[in-house]
C-alpha cells in the first residue's frame, strides 16, 4: 500500500473535540480500508496568503493539521465526503512516490558493499592524519604573519 500524507486546513475556531472527531472518522475510514494510520501532526495556526471564503465568512488563518496515512489507491476518491465538511477550509491528499523502506533501500547486491563503505569512510585512519596536517598548515601561515608584522 502507498504511503500517504493528508493536510486538513481547519477553521481556526472550531473546538478541540471537534478537530478530534474529525481526524476520528477519517481514521476510521482508513481502518475500514485495512489502512493504517502512521503519524498525526498538529502544525498550529498558520496565516493565509489569501482568504478563504465560506457560507460564514472569509478566514485569513486556519489549523493546520497533517495526517500520515498508508492505504490502497483507491481511497483518494473516497474522501469526497471531506468537501461537504463545514469545520473545513481546505484539504489535499498527497502520495509519497518511490518511497522505499529499510532494506528494500538498498538492492540485495549492494547491501552489503554500501554498508561497508560507510563503516569504512567513518573509521578512515588516514583522515585523522589529514586533519593534523591541517593544523601544521595553519601554524606556518600564523608565523608568517608575525613576521610581517615585525618588520612592517
Known sequence: MPL??????????IQREAIA????????????????????????TVQLGYGIKKLDGRYYQGELMQMTMM??????SELSYLNKEDRLL?????????????TDFFAEDDAKSELRNFRSNLYDENSEEDADDDDDDDDEYDVDEQSETKEG
Do not use: E, Q
Open 71 to 76: 492505504t490502497p489507491p483507491s481511497f483518494n
Open 21 to 44: 472527531d474529525l481526524v476520528a472518522r477519517v481514521g476510521k475510514h482508513v481502518y475500514r480500508r485495512n489502512g493504517v494510520l502512521t503519524d498525526l501532526k498538529t502544525l498550529g
Open 4 to 13: 500517504y500524507d493528508c493536510m486538513l486546513l481547519l477553521k481556526p475556531n
Open 90 to 102: 481546505r484539504w489535499l491528499l498527497i502520495k509519497h512516490r518511490d518511497m522505499k523502506f529499510g
